[in-house]
């Protein structure tokens, strides 16, 4: 077994594919196995027709502490050419992942958990980006992600303070989308990732895409954008079924064509 493979464990079931950051005694901290392992597990998500929705969470009753600083002090790269830090912040998983958090996800913890598209957190975690007190920035996509996700001034004041805040603020602010009691993240992310592995694949592959970059389309671009990613989904197999098995109230059987 790999380093890599002993730092990130990966479990199939039910279309789901759940991904656990396995460093414990570092508190999940992201080093080169923990990149490289995250990478392959999203590789392996995106590729498998069988997996439908990824969950990513931590081993030990923590999420991640962001960047293993003792590793990097040595010269360790935390990264993974084209994904980026952790092997996920600059390119995720094409397909949706859900983040599960207990205990804290703070520094590029916390953006390993925005690069995610849902996130659960128990109501006792803590989610911030504490690099400013370090002389160092959060350049692992929180200072991209938040100001789009959340009040301007309060994306600034994560960013200048470094203080965290915990989850039940985080969900009043909408970048938490479920609570959870203390040690059910994981289980309220299954919940949740049913809740979307049931739907077809190839909306859910559009409806992804759709949502992450009309951020940065105008108006104009949105409708053109949307109809070329939109229009083949509309004429598939997968669409006829889906409304064939509503008119026959049964549940449809996608088959991602």
Same mark, same amino acid.
């Given at each position: 077994?790999? =380093? ?5 464990? @990966? ?23 923990? $990149? ?6 999203? &590789? ?12 990513? @969470? ?43 958090? %207990? ?13 995610? &598209?849902?996130?659960?957190? $128990? ?6 980006? /504490? %690099?400013?007190?370090? =002389?160092?920035?959060? *350049? ?10 959340? /009040? ?8 200048? @303070? ?22 059910? $993240?994981?289980? #309220?992310?299954?919940?949740? *990732?049913? *809740? ?8 859910? &592959?559009? =409806? ?6 009309? !951020? ?16 083949? #989904?509309?004429? =598939?197999? &997968? ?11 049964? !549940? /449809? ?5």
């Amino acid at each position: 077994m790999s =380093s890599s493979e002993e730092a990130v464990l @990966t479990a199939a079931e039910g279309g789901v594919l759940t991904i656990t950051l396995n460093r414990p005694e570092a508190r999940n901290a992201v080093n080169l196995a923990v $990149a490289e392992g995250v990478a392959a597990a999203l &590789d392996r998500l995106d590729a498998e027709d069988g997996l439908q929705v990824g969950i990513l @969470t931590g081993a030990g009753g923590a999420f991640c502490a962001g960047m293993d600083l003792k590793a990097f002090v040595t010269g360790e790269r935390p990264w993974v050419e084209g994904r980026g830090f952790a092997g996920i912040v600059e390119r995720p998983s094409r397909k949706p992942l859900i983040a599960a958090i %207990e205990g804290f996800a703070v520094a590029g913890g916390f953006e390993v958990a925005l690069a995610c &598209d849902l996130i659960v957190a $128990a109501r006792d975690a803590r989610l911030g980006i /504490p %690099e400013v007190k370090r =002389s160092l920035v959060a *350049a692992g996509g929180a200072l991209i992600h938040l100001p789009r996700r959340i /009040p301007y001034h309060v994306a600034m004041e994560l960013a200048l @303070t470094g203080d965290p805040i915990d989850a039940a603020r985080g969900y009043e602010l909408g970048v938490v989308n479920r609570l959870a009691d203390p040690g059910e $993240a994981v289980a #309220v992310a299954r919940e949740l *990732a049913a *809740a979307v592995a049931a739907n077809g694949p190839l909306a859910l &592959d559009a =409806s992804k895409r759709i949502v992450r970059a009309s !951020a940065d389309w105008t108006e104009a671009e949105a409708w053109a954008k949307q109809g070329e990613i939109a229009g083949p #989904v509309f004429g =598939s197999e &997968d669409a006829r079924e889906g409304a064939t098995a509503f008119a026959e109230k049964r !549940a /449809p059987i996608w088959r991602g064509r």
